[in-house]
């Protein structure tokens, strides 16, 4: 059996860093599911949405061929294309996807579309709309296309022409939170990715990025946290981070589950209330004079810590998390009550 292999996005760094901004919609964590499929004989479409990037094993097989870590139809031996339908668990507006055929070679569609739903059932055939036009797609690639509409969509479906294979389907955009059905009194966690949270900045992220601190639940595993690599230099690791919608942040919870030997000695909160996100080559500045949420607390080993006083700074948009020195956190719940 030979050892999996990953394949790196051949998008620039610029791309890559625009795309970090954003959620994966598609992510099952979030409650996203592929619900239809005209065929999934060789892979199961379920595939397509998995968190991990795919592996392949050369000399793995099943009852049905070749095994593959993705979704793959039958070579299509009548009229017609294949697609794939998936209700997004949260209503999203797009930014970007990546239909990825990593390990499909020989086997990939040559051409692919995406269009997109907003109704709250199933779609009707008038219904969907052109997110991604029709375009040729690379074998084991990653095939980085921006989205064609602006507007919060629940559905997705994924065209390819004319039958093959996708390793994985990644839906970069934000969480269209309904913040006018939330009660003025409602104390909410404003900076969960599923009410809209998101990392815009951060100096380093080696082993797990930011915004999975904003996930839902507790980590399963220790990567699905924010970890730095050892700092060897003076000063301390940090991150900025964009709440769901203006709020007054009123407690916080930290937890750094599963980080023993490499949770933060200590950190810091600070706050402020913007009209728009920082210019990217100016955040990291701009943040660091932001008024203090929570002066220096220190942290323990694989341990939540609830925090019930902060400062009172009133209706804030964006926080800054500084660690000191460097380490891994799994989860940051900022609960307050949202603008008036």
């Known amino acids: 059996m030979t050892a999996e292999r990953s394949v790196t996005a051949p998008a620039s760094p610029e791309t890559a860093e625009y795309l ?14 592929v619900v239809f499929a005209t065929d999934d004989f060789f892979a199961d479409k379920s595939r397509m949405i998995a968190p991990e990037a795919p592996v392949f ?64 059932g199933e779609p009707g055939e008038s219904d969907w709309q052109v997110l991604v036009p029709r375009r040729a797609l690379s074998g084991d690639s990653h095939n980085i296309t921006e989205a064609a509409s602006a507007g919060p969509v629940r559905w997705l479906r994924l065209h390819i022409y004319p039958d093959g294979g996708i390793a994985r389907l990644r839906v970069y955009g934000t969480v269209a939170k309904d913040w006018a059905a939330v009660p003025a009194d409602a104390v909410v966690d404003l900076a969960a990715v599923e009410n ?39 000063g301390n690791d940090w991150c900025v981070l964009k709440l769901g919608t203006a709020g007054t942040i009123e407690r916080l919870l930290v937890d750094t589950r599963h980080y023993k030997g490499n949770f933060p000695d200590r950190f810091t909160l600070r706050a402020a209330r913007l009209s728009a996100d920082p210019d990217p080559r100016a955040i990291e500045a701009e943040s660091a004079a932001w008024p203090l949420l929570l ?14 006083a902060v400062e009172t700074l009133g209706p804030v948009t964006h926080v800054r998390l500084d660690i000191f020195p460097d380490g891994g956190i799994s989860r940051l719940r900022l609960y307050g009550r949202k603008a008036s």
């Not at 797990?208 to 924010?226: E, T």
């Open 20 to 33: 970090a901004r954003y959620v994966d919609l598609a992510h099952p964590r979030l409650g996203t599911e």
């Open 57 to 120: 094993y050369p000399d793995r097989f099943d009852d049905h061929g070749k095994w593959m870590d993705g979704w793959e139809s039958r070579r299509k031996r009548t009229p017609g294309h294949d697609h794939a339908v998936l209700r997004l668990g949260q209503r999203g507006t797009i930014a970007a996807v990546d239909i990825d055929t990593s390990f499909f070679t020989g086997n990939f569609p040559p051409e692919a579309m995406i269009e997109a739903a907003d109704t709250v």
């Open 196 to 234: 809209g949270g998101t990392a815009l900045a951060w100096n380093d992220a080696h082993y797990g990025h930011p915004a999975n601190m904003l996930a839902p639940g507790r980590a399963p595993v220790m990567s699905d946290g924010w970890e730095t690599a050892r700092r060897r230099v003076p």
């Open 295 to 308: 002066a220096e607390t220190k942290l323990s080993a694989d341990a939540e810590k609830t925090i019930d």
